[in-house]
């Protein structure tokens, strides 16, 4: 079985950066879609970002594009988020996940693999 680890999550304030990490282990991910979700206190899980398994096509959503990068290393079978212009309302836990069938995707019950998750917090 596949399993997926967040890290670097983290307090910063607003304006700034950080970047999220997702490990894999058990599988190789090379040739799943990756993606990124969040979610924040009361709300539902959403979508961020996502990247085809060549890591030459990504998506984003509306709130994150141009500031946050999704890229992938299929040799070390990672993914990461650059996230940069942090605002406060990106404050939530964020998500790896892995899709094994199928092609780009935006809801989460589309994917099969999920991480434990990585707290973000960004002060005002």
């Known amino acids: 079985q596949g399993q997926l680890v967040e890290s670097g999550g983290g307090l910063v304030q607003a304006g700034g950066s950080l970047r999220l990490s997702c490990a894999g282990s058990?599988?190789?991910?090379?040739?799943?879609?990756m993606g990124w979700f969040r979610q924040a206190p009361g709300k539902e899980r959403e979508f961020v970002a996502l990247?085809?398994?060549?890591?030459?096509?990504?998506y984003y959503s509306d709130s994150v594009k141009g500031r946050f990068t999704i890229s992938r290393d299929n040799a070390k079978n990672t993914v990461d988020l650059q996230m940069n212009s942090l605002k406060p309302e990106d404050t939530a836990v964020y998500y790896c996940?892995?899709?094994?069938?199928?092609?780009?995707?935006?809801?989460?019950?589309?994917?099969?693999?999920w991480g434990q998750g990585t707290q973000v917090t960004v002060s005002s």
């Open positions: 990247i085809d398994w060549s890591g030459r096509s990504t």
């Open positions: 058990g599988r190789t991910f090379s040739s799943y879609v």
């Open positions: 996940a892995a899709r094994s069938v199928g092609g780009m995707a935006y809801y989460p019950s589309s994917y099969d693999y």
